[in-house]
């Protein structure tokens, strides 16, 4: 099949540009040195690619994506790098994996006693390195990770993740660094073998880490684009136009707000003005006075934000060139 | 099960105040005066209420939400108020489908040549009344409904939605009736019983349709409510605290970006200042000095805008007090 027959809105992934990206990105995280959060693209097919490429450790936000991961076989090592509350689930995802390891991140003694109780083997502990959101405070961490022990847990190390410096356009470096201090004086208190942290958007700025948590490097948005972070977008949303007003200067094609992640503002179209999105379509006008794309033709929309985006979606379409070449299930949604 | 056993984020539709929605609408607009949008709510569960209340024709944006309400036996009088160009897809949907009444929507003589060529009976001629989106110019709807039943369609009318504003501010009456004289200019042009259009936003001011297109009005949020449409919000996002900074005043609970729609801005929380989400998290402070809520503490979030927030889920929880009593699949999502 060649793309210009894919059933729209379809969610397309340029499979060269997508290999580009990977190879980028273990040149300066090789192995295990990477964690690819799966929150960015939710597939275990495209989780396999990037174990195949050496990158075995993976990291996820919720225990859906845990139990799909190990249940794909890529159960290596898991980090589950968000706080759990409800015992119940946890302690069912721990036992529905037998043969996977499994990691959680805790952040309070109430995280702690239930992942004690949900027999969890192993945990890290997080700390806040500067963004509100969860995380301990750096001065707690060896306390919790002494609490943690007390309590039959392994503590592998700790984790924090500087997200809000992700797109900081004045001095990330230092500003990175100086809230990486801070995770590493959280180690320093509680000890074991892992500094884990980091993103796309400090992947070339983050020396302190032992692993990173990069997963939106992979398939990339607009967002992460004008951050100039250095990989190639891979993602696109393939639309049709459905509706031309040549005397109002606009066109309609069919993809929307419930195929694009807003929560970054618009999407972009190459050489166009994007007007809005309404549920189900995109209005754009085209710049420079450029003809309009004509009824049935094919419209490619760049994503704003990838995670949100292709939570939005059944399946990704792997594509080479003009060529249709796999279908990759988005299989990791939910919770 | 209770409404805090239900395992978080939770999408739970209050049904008490879904029939009293339903209630208010139906006085004002019975029985099939009322063409109820499924894309607002993605559920013939939800339909099928909605059918039980009288209203037995629906309206859809898609092709799986139209293929699903035939196949749950709600095809008596089926609206596709969107523009289709994938003669394939929608032949499939006409064939599939042989014991529902199917009306498209159509605005160009592309479209209508579609529509001849994959079977379709009959068609609106879908006109813009002023918002850029689909629609012809309301002169040219004459001669598209010449030229749709030179082609052996049925041309039962014409549609029109006044979408820019369903939360107009100022004059929403006057600019109403303005729209839809645009509408009921063309209907002069094209003939048939059908005048549809409107939305939750216009339900008390339209006067001029046979039929209103609503559905946001069963479960709502919170931008339909700041427009004083006058329904109750129904629909909730059920969340649980994972993390309390009682220093810098925030909590973090497990709902975000993947369980909301965002194109309408952050949700809310009562009593309290949503910071920001990320995708699976909400932070948030409260207001007047009020305690946070605590770890594990269950937090109810009022989506912004229904229809992507909707979207997201597998499933609505249906609650009646602090009781669960049924799970309705959201069986319409996808194209």
Known sequence: MRIDELPTPALVVDLDLLDANIARMAAAWPGTRLRPHVKAFKSTALAQRLAAAGHT???????????????????HDLLLANEVVDG??????ISGAPDARITVAVDSPETIEVAARAGVAEVLIDVNVGMPRC????????????????RGLGVRGVMGYEGHLMAEPVDRAAKVEAAMALLLAAHELVGGDIVSGGGTGTWDSNQWVTELQA?????????????????????????TVLSVNAIGGWSTCDGGLKALGMDHGDPAIDGASVWYCADEHTVFSMADGAPLPGIGDRVRIWPAHVDPTVAYHERLWVTQGDQVLDEWPVDLRGW
Chains 1, 2 share one sequence.
């Not at 119940?88 to 995802?93: F, G, I, S, V, W």
Request: glycine share 12%; hydrophobic share 50%.
């Open 215 to 239: 997963g939106s490097f992979t398939l990339m948005d607009t967002h992460y684009d004008a951050a100039g972070v250095g990989f190639a977008k891979a993602l696109s949303l393939h639309t």
């Open 57 to 75: 450790a993976f990291c996820a936000a919720t225990r859906r994506e845990i139990a799909g991961l190990a249940a794909a076989g890529l159960g």
């Open 135 to 150: 995380g301990c405070a750096p001065e707690d961490a060896g306390r919790l990770a002494e609490l943690a022990r007390s």
């Open 88 to 93: 119940d689930r946890l302690a069912a995802l």
